[in-house]
């Protein structure tokens, strides 16, 4: 099993929906959790963290952790064209070791 | 403030040469991180540095080295490149490693082993 898996898409959703992106994880010690988004050709960029379990909301993103299930979640509401991209989970491991999924490519059609 | 430097931005290689990816930040921050990313693919950490003077491997070290003499600098060296190192290679810094500060990235160095 991969420490950080993610679903690599294409997931396509037309403007104004909800995207939700998924990321499960292994190592039951983790305790922060991140997505950045990076635009192709260029570098990653936070978008949210979160270290509690529960939501976490920050304008049209929200955070969602299950530490039982292994489980993080983001949602992007009222889904804009600018927020195509692909979406890195990242999780902090115990040593500051951070691992990464693969990412999930979003695009939003106008 | 500049944020997170690196050169150069792109580089071609024959097997078995070597080089240094230099990576500068000017945010006066603990840690730094070398990242690579291949192709549709997450980003694997090669080495990490809590500190002028103090590195440790991550996920990927091998064939690569690296030295923190200042805080400000973290150069990458790749002996011997391989085909297998042709990849994106990113620089990141963070004032601490916890949770709730983000790593600031560098543009990339996009390195090309043939």
């Known amino acids: 099993q991969k420490e950080v898996e993610q679903n690599s898409g294409p997931l396509s959703v037309p403007e104004g929906a909800i995207a939700s992106l998924n990321c499960t994880y292994s190592d039951r010690g983790s305790q922060s959790f991140f997505w950045y988004r990076q635009y192709s050709g260029k570098s990653p960029e936070l978008i949210m963290f979160?270290?509690?379990?529960g939501d976490k909301e920050d304008g049209r993103f929200t955070a969602q952790l299950n530490k039982a299930s292994q489980y993080v979640s983001l949602l992007i509401r009222d889904s804009q064209p600018s927020d195509s991209a692909t979406y890195l989970c990242a999780v902090n491991m115990y040593n500051n070791d951070m691992r990464f999924g693969a990412g999930t490519r979003l695009t939003v059609k106008p | 403030n500049a944020g997170v430097t690196q050169t150069p931005k792109f580089r071609i290689l024959k097997i078995g040469q070597s080089m240094t990816l230099q990576c500068t930040q000017d945010m006066n921050h603990n840690y730094m991180y070398w990242y690579r990313q291949d192709p549709g693919m997450g980003l694997k950490l090669i080495y990490y540095?809590?500190?002028?003077?103090?590195?440790d491997k991550g996920e990927v070290p091998n064939g690569y080295n690296v030295s923190r003499s200042t805080t400000e600098d973290f150069p990458l060296r790749l002996e011997l490149a391989a085909p297998s190192q042709t990849s994106v290679y990113f620089c990141a810094s963070s004032y601490s490693p916890d949770r709730d500060y983000e790593q600031y990235f560098g543009p990339g160095t996009r390195l090309t082993v043939t």
């Open positions: 540095s809590v500190g002028a003077g103090i590195t």
């Open positions: 979160i270290y509690s379990n």
